[in-house]
């Protein structure tokens, strides 16, 4: 019996020693290696690249840390319905990933990029249609957990955007205009649409400025710019997708980027509401000048001007003054005195007085544009620049000179695209001719070509015409670019001056062609000048008179227009874009008479000056 029951304890004891070495709880399976399915991934489209962003799952299904996938599978599917399986159009080889080290900081999370390209047939065959995005993660046995969250993308085509655009700095704004740009009728469920973008020059920070109608032709002012600041400016297109229930946007390809600095030239707006306030009796004369602040934010002061008897005006302070008031204590009792005043900017951008005249001269065979300012008793250009202003502060930075008007050569005070002409617009002279007066604008074009300087010669063309007459006229001078205006628009922003005119008519080829371009188009046609005056006020009437060999022969006023130029302008730009520079003759008061060789013809505009022509017979 001792034997048996030997074995029995060295059994167990055998037993209880293989207990102890072993380990607690259920075996562990190995693991699968199957990463979790990406759940971050995002697409975005740009023309025909869809970039596809995710992150690297640093986990497995069974929450073991993925030792090794080596590539990511791109799976794009054609239309809305969910894929069960991927479609693979591509794969991203995945980097190594970092084993976390024992108690230091996790790896940084791997961030993967792939662009797809769209087949361009897709939107052709079905452009208002979709595809589904999703990447599947796989391992070394070549499978995977399953797909990443799935993502539509529009296959819509998008159309090249606008190539041929300027940008051009205003007073007001930045002009974007664009020529000759594609515009093409968008496929059922889409619309295209332009997008201005903007940034600092070279930073590549572009924002959208504003989304536009596709045209052929267009323009946008972009009014939330900075002064002083150097841009980048391009056009990308968008099409908007309304399909299936679903509203999405893509933007097509970049242009080429426009840079420009917005160089702060220009005055700030007059201020109104100016008031004067002479003194009382008995007390030192003064006056008391109070008007409406400008509100804009880089108002630093005002300028305060005073002219006597029609005198060239003087300002009075010698610092901007800062608030809306002033008190002249320089006057005279019993004098008339004017007063004007202007606001100054930060940048010291300010209307030079109230009166601003320039001309064009000739100058080395280069025309140069000149500020005209009185020097004792005679016109003085006092300041040149080399463009056509476009208000009175671009003379600020010119180019300091003392001339006498006298001693150059003046050419016509601007170089015009067109010569817009309003025919009819005097009641006594539509009677004069018998005609009967207009209900609406009557326009009609002189050419370029027919524009003479102050003092050549008017040529009468006597093979073809037995009958050449004069037509004195006031000349509105575009300022800034005019397109589409409104009837009830303020048109005064858009005047940059007022000059004279000669519409010289050949009246007898006019009533025979019916038409008018041969009578009023010859070549020497069309005098201009002498010079450009903003400061004067046509609606409350400016006084336009005509004399040959002295003699008056034209005597009117603006005030009898039938058209003003609130009506005249807006009426004009429905139908064609006036351009800096272009002028519009606003028709002639009654008296018009024939001219003979020998002549001088003289067109005298009230706050302008005097046109004077000498005419000749054509050789």
Not at 157 to 184: N, Q
Not at 195 to 212: C, F, K, L, T, W
Request: glycine content about 8%.
């Amino acid at each position: 019996m001792l034997r048996p029951l030997s074995i029995l304890l060295t059994g167990l004891s055998l037993l209880a020693i293989l207990t102890g070495c072993g380990t607690p709880g259920a075996p562990q399976l190995p693991s699968l290696q199957l990463a979790r399915p990406v759940d971050d991934l995002t697409a975005s489209r740009k023309g025909d690249k869809v970039q596809l962003e995710w992150t690297l799952p640093r986990k497995n299904t069974d929450r073991t840390l993925v030792k090794n996938i080596p590539e990511s599978r791109i799976c794009r599917h054609d239309g809305t319905a969910l894929m069960s399986t991927c479609t693979i159009v591509g794969t991203a080889q995945n980097p190594k990933i970092e084993e976390k080290r024992k108690g230091g900081p996790n790896p940084p999370a791997i961030h993967m990029k792939y662009v797809d390209i769209l087949p361009a047939e897709l939107g052709v065959q079905n452009p208002d249609g979709f595809v589904r995005y999703a990447v599947e993660i796989m391992n070394t046995r070549d499978r995977s957990a399953g797909l990443s969250n799935q993502l539509l993308i529009p296959v819509a085509p998008t159309p090249p955007p606008p190539e041929h655009f300027s940008v051009k700095v205003e007073a007001d704004g930045v002009l974007i205009a664009w020529t000759d740009a594609t515009a093409t009728t968008p496929p059922r469920g889409l619309n295209y649409r332009y997008r201005i973008e903007r940034s600092p020059a070279g930073a590549n920070a572009y924002i959208a400025v504003a989304d536009v109608e596709p045209e052929t032709d267009g323009f946008y002012l972009d009014k939330t710019f900075a002064w002083e600041t150097k841009y980048d400016y391009r056009f990308t297109t968008v099409t908007e997708v309304h399909s299936q229930g679903v509203d999405m946007s893509v933007e097509g390809d970049d242009s080429q980027p426009v840079t420009t600095f917005t160089r702060d030239i220009y005055p700030p707006a007059e201020p109104t509401g100016l008031q004067a306030v002479f003194s009382s009796v008995g007390q030192k004369a003064f006056v008391d000048l109070t008007w409406a602040p400008n509100l804009e934010g880089d108002v630093a002061g005002y300028n305060v001007f005073r002219s006597l008897n029609g005198e060239e005006p003087i300002k009075l302070n010698q610092q901007p003054v800062p608030i809306p008031s002033f008190r002249d204590d320089k006057v005279v009792p019993g004098k008339t005195y004017h007063y004007s005043v202007s606001a100054v900017d930060l940048r010291g951008n300010a209307i030079i007085g109230a009166h601003m005249r320039f001309c064009r001269y000739e100058v080395n065979q280069t025309a140069r544009y000149g500020l005209i300012e009185k020097y004792g008793d005679q016109d003085t250009i006092r300041r040149a620049i080399g463009h056509l202003p476009s208000g009175p502060a671009d003379f600020e930075r010119g180019e300091a000179v003392n001339l006498p008007v006298a001693s150059v050569s003046l050419q016509s005070p601007v170089n015009p695209t067109k010569i817009v002409c309003i025919g009819r617009n005097y009641r006594e002279h539509a009677k004069e001719l018998n005609h009967a007066v207009p209900t609406e604008p009557l326009i009609f074009l002189k050419p370029p070509s027919a524009v003479l300087a102050p003092g050549l010669t008017i040529l009468r063309p006597t093979t073809l015409s037995q009958r050449v007459d004069h037509e004195g006229e006031l000349g509105v001078v575009i300022g800034k670019r005019c397109r589409g205006l409104r009837p009830g628009d303020d048109v005064r922003e858009y005047i940059l001056g007022y000059t004279c005119v000669n519409d010289v008519t050949a009246r007898d080829l006019q009533n025979k062609d019916g038409q008018w371009s041969r009578a009023k188009g010859f070549d020497t046609f069309c005098p201009i000048g002498p010079v450009v005056a903003s400061a004067l006020d046509p609606w409350a009437g400016v006084r336009v008179q005509t004399r040959v060999n002295g003699q008056l022969r034209q005597d009117g006023t603006t005030a009898d227009f039938i058209f003003a130029l609130d009506v005249i302008i807006p009426y004009i730009a429905r139908v064609m874009t006036l351009e800096p520079g272009d002028v519009i003759a606003t028709g002639t008061p009654a008296g018009v008479s024939p001219l003979q060789a020998g002549d001088v013809v003289e067109v005298t505009v009230e706050g302008v000056g005097t046109l004077s022509n000498p005419v000749a017979d054509r050789p």
